[in-house]
């Protein structure tokens, strides 16, 4: 079976592909392996249903995918196939003991270094990045000479456009074909017309949409005069990041239906479905959220104190207890504060609520660190980060103790991804 074809069993719902990654794979495939395949996913789905029952990992289901797919195919009539196969996978398991376990089961001679190069490729094929947050990291930018080199240009031009074809370069939305790379207003307006992708400046916008405008100093004469990135829509405002606004990368805010607005060229951002161990699936989801990556080991530094005995093998689901409260997860939130429910959250869910609510907190406490903003917190470098995060998120106490701890193991972490 082609390799194309193999790669298309380890989606289910945990998204690894790539823009038409599925078109290439249904171009592909023959008759026979058409109907192979849709055998092979009705008892892929049995295996998910028995893994979520034990509540593993979505990496642990993913592999429970590759090695069905690509190593059992010939055991997958055994009688009592998928309780042996999922009794092979335990929590906080190593590569090794899962492989040995599944070759003891199944007399199998997997390697564990020729598995791990296999899955390191599958998990290094999705990588998409929030456009808002990449914007919001280049708040403060005069010039906007690194967007327009980037372009192509090797003088100064006006770079509103620019801007956001670089934010969105960085996403990977150019070459997966959700945003144009533009230079000229209308160039992007048309782009978004063709593809039937466009709001009227009357309608209310979602965050990442891109805002197009009609100055009225001109003459609102119909045609586009300026660009930008929706922030955030609340209490009647769009809240803008914008180009050469002023010559700079500043956050602007108009009124819904302001008649100098043009439209909002509008376009699905792809979900993230992050793989690998539990310090690997949060340093993905927290690089898609934008931040740097001495941010994101800032945090996942606090969160080896929390959860990981200041190790980066993290207990994401662990319960604690303290003075009559329970805590859950990678940053122990204390549940009588957190949404209901909360306690049992999927990794997924527990990084997303944490950059849901990370910005607030900033706003609120940053008074714990010198007054620290969010904007500057991500621009810190990773000693920073990670103090600034224990002491403005976590607020655990006792910071003469916890400064040097938290910043070590950031530091470990960046070590260890980045790259």
């Given at each position: 079976?082609?390799?194309?074809?193999?790669?298309?069993?380890?989606?289910?719902?945990?998204?690894?592909?790539?823009?038409?990654?599925?078109?290439?794979?249904?171009?592909?495939?023959?008759?026979?392996?058409?109907?192979?395949?849709?055998k092979?996913?009705?008892?892929?789905?049995?295996?998910?249903?028995?893994?979520?029952?034990k509540?593993?990992?979505?990496?642990q289901?993913?592999?429970?995918?590759?090695?069905?797919?690509?190593?059992?195919?010939?055991?997958?009539?055994?009688k009592?196939?998928?309780?042996?196969l999922?009794?092979?996978?335990?929590?906080?398991q190593?590569?090794?003991n899962?492989?040995s376990?599944?070759?003891?089961t199944?007399?199998?001679?997997?390697e564990v270094?020729?598995?791990?190069?296999?899955?390191?490729?599958?998990y290094?094929?999705?990588?998409?990045?929030?456009?808002?947050q990449?914007?919001?990291?280049?708040?403060?930018?005069?010039?906007?000479?690194?967007?327009?080199?980037?372009y192509?240009?090797?003088?100064?031009?006006?770079?509103?456009?620019?801007?956001?074809?670089?934010?969105?370069?960085?996403?990977?939305?150019?070459?997966?074909?959700?945003?144009p790379k533009?230079?000229?207003?209308d160039?992007?307006?048309?782009?978004?017309?063709s593809k039937?992708?466009w709001?009227?400046?009357?309608?209310?916008?979602?965050?990442?949409?891109?805002?197009?405008?009609?100055?009225?100093?001109?003459?609102?004469?119909?045609?586009?005069?300026?660009?930008?990135?929706?922030?955030?829509?609340?209490?009647?405002?769009v809240?803008?990041i914008?180009?050469?606004?002023?010559?700079?990368?500043?956050?602007?805010?108009?009124?819904?239906?302001?008649?100098?607005?043009?439209?909002?060229?509008?376009?699905?951002?792809?979900?993230?479905?992050?793989?690998g161990?539990?310090a690997?699936?949060?340093?993905?989801?927290?690089?898609?959220?934008?931040y740097?990556?001495?941010?994101?080991a800032g945090?996942i530094g606090?969160?080896?104190?929390?959860?990981?005995?200041?190790?980066?093998?993290?207990?994401?689901?662990?319960?604690?207890?303290?003075?009559?409260?329970?805590?859950?997860g990678?940053?122990q939130w204390?549940?009588r504060?957190?949404?209901?429910?909360?306690?049992g959250?999927?990794?997924k869910e527990?990084c997303?609520?944490?950059?849901?609510?990370?910005?607030?907190?900033?706003?609120?406490y940053?008074?714990?660190?010198?007054?620290?903003?969010?904007?500057?917190f991500?621009?810190?470098d990773?000693?920073?980060?990670a103090?600034?995060?224990?002491?403005?998120?976590?607020?655990?106490?006792?910071?003469?103790?916890?400064?040097?701890?938290?910043?070590?193991?950031?530091?470990?972490?960046?070590?260890?991804?980045?790259?």
């Amino acid at each position: 079976m082609p390799v194309i074809a193999i790669v298309s069993f380890f989606s289910g719902n945990i998204s690894v592909d790539t823009a038409g990654l599925s078109q290439k794979i249904e171009a592909q495939l023959t008759a026979e392996e058409r109907a192979k395949i849709s055998k092979a996913e009705e008892l892929l789905k049995k295996v998910e249903s028995e893994m979520k029952k034990k509540k593993y990992t979505d990496d642990q289901i993913l592999q429970s995918r590759v090695i069905t797919v690509l190593f059992l195919q010939d055991k997958v009539s055994d009688k009592d196939f998928v309780k042996k196969l999922v009794g092979c996978f335990k929590k906080n398991q190593t590569t090794k003991n899962l492989i040995s376990n599944i070759n003891r089961t199944f007399g199998t001679t997997i390697e564990v270094e020729d598995y791990e190069k296999l899955m390191s490729y599958i998990y290094t094929s999705s990588s998409d990045y929030d456009i808002v947050q990449v914007a919001k990291k280049e708040i403060g930018n005069v010039g906007g000479e690194k967007y327009w080199k980037w372009y192509g240009f090797k003088s100064r031009v006006d770079w509103c456009c620019i801007f956001v074809s670089w934010c969105a370069n960085q996403c990977g939305y150019i070459e997966s074909g959700l945003v144009p790379k533009y230079s000229i207003v209308d160039d992007g307006v048309n782009w978004f017309k063709s593809k039937n992708q466009w709001l009227p400046g009357s309608a209310t916008p979602s965050p990442g949409n891109i805002i197009f405008f009609d100055w009225a100093n001109d003459g609102l004469d119909g045609k586009g005069d300026h660009t930008g990135i929706v922030e955030k829509v609340e209490n009647g405002m769009v809240y803008t990041i914008e180009g050469n606004s002023g010559d700079k990368v500043c956050e602007c805010q108009y009124s819904i239906g302001n008649k100098e607005i043009l439209g909002y060229g509008k376009f699905k951002q792809p979900d993230i479905s992050a793989t690998g161990d539990a310090a690997t699936q949060v340093w993905k989801y927290l690089k898609s959220y934008g931040y740097s990556d001495s941010v994101a080991a800032g945090i996942i530094g606090n969160m080896m104190r929390e959860c990981g005995g200041d190790t980066l093998d993290l207990d994401w689901d662990v319960v604690g207890h303290f003075n009559g409260d329970e805590f859950y997860g990678l940053c122990q939130w204390c549940l009588r504060y957190a949404p209901s429910n909360f306690k049992g959250a999927t990794i997924k869910e527990q990084c997303d609520y944490l950059h849901k609510t990370i910005e607030s907190e900033f706003a609120t406490y940053g008074g714990n660190y010198n007054g620290i903003t969010y904007q500057q917190f991500l621009r810190a470098d990773t000693r920073t980060a990670a103090i600034a995060f224990e002491r403005v998120y976590e607020r655990c106490g006792d910071y003469a103790f916890e400064d040097a701890r938290r910043a070590d193991n950031a530091e470990k972490a960046y070590k260890k991804f980045h790259k």
